[in-house]
């Protein structure tokens, strides 16, 4: 158990809708980062926040959106889904200082049908 | 970007085997990381290297920064070892993963 928790499990939706998916990091680690891993594209940085500010962005579509809160936990929006988004979307967390190892939550599978 | 590649991309093994996992990255980097992608999908973290070597049991990993590698080793390999085995290195705090090497090991 890497201590990032990651609901839900499982989402299945249908195309053009929303969803939430909620991280909360290790305790003690004040950045968070958001990973999707697809077929096509396999595992890719999505965004970055650090103490509830974004640090750094990846390949995120406009589409997605995320947020820190003041308890450090995180959400990751998707709207206006389409079937190329389903995905395993991956919480991961890290302490400020070196080492910036990070640790993975269980992820939450996305499937937009 | 910088590139990650990672070999062989398929692997196939008896119980009790060893392998070697090779990582190639194209551009000097801050960290390494390895990672086992189990059969639930779950990433779990197995070394953190930017440099030198570690040993964690049946596991090892080497990472030569300079000749920009890092090989990951697996003696005596046990069916729990299946699954996909992720490099991954870090650039300005964010993972860059290869593509993964998918390791079957059979009874």
């Known amino acids: 158990d890497s201590g990032v928790t990651q609901t839900p499990k499982h989402l299945i939706t249908a195309t053009g809708q929303r969803v939430t998916l909620r991280c909360s990091p290790r305790s003690g680690d004040l950045s968070v980062y958001w990973y999707q891993q697809s077929l096509d594209q396999g595992l890719q940085f999505l965004i970055q926040?650090?103490?509830?500010?974004?640090?750094a962005k990846g390949n995120i579509l406009e589409r997605f959106s995320a947020q820190q809160f003041p308890d450090l936990h995180s959400e990751l929006n998707l709207s206006s889904l389409e079937l190329g988004d389903s995905a395993l979307y991956f919480c991961?967390?890290?302490?400020?200082?070196?080492?910036?190892?990070?640790?993975f939550g269980p992820g939450t599978r996305l499937t937009v049908t | 970007g910088i590139q990650v590649e990672q070999s062989p991309p398929d692997l196939i093994l008896q119980e009790g085997a060893n392998s070697t996992l090779r990582c190639n990255f194209s551009d000097s980097v801050n960290n390494l990381q390895w990672f086992h992608q189990n059969p639930w999908g779950q990433l779990i973290n197995l070394f953190y290297i930017p440099s030198g070597t570690k040993q964690n049991g049946r596991l090892s990993a080497t990472t030569v920064a300079t000749e920009r590698y890092s090989l990951l080793y697996i003696s005596s390999s046990q069916t729990t070892d299946s699954g996909v085995y992720f490099c991954a290195v870090e650039r300005f705090q964010k993972l860059v993963f290869g593509t993964g090497t998918r390791l079957l090991v059979s009874p």
């Open positions: 926040y650090y103490n509830g500010e974004e640090r």
């Open positions: 991961a967390s890290s302490v400020e200082t070196e080492p910036y190892e990070q640790y």
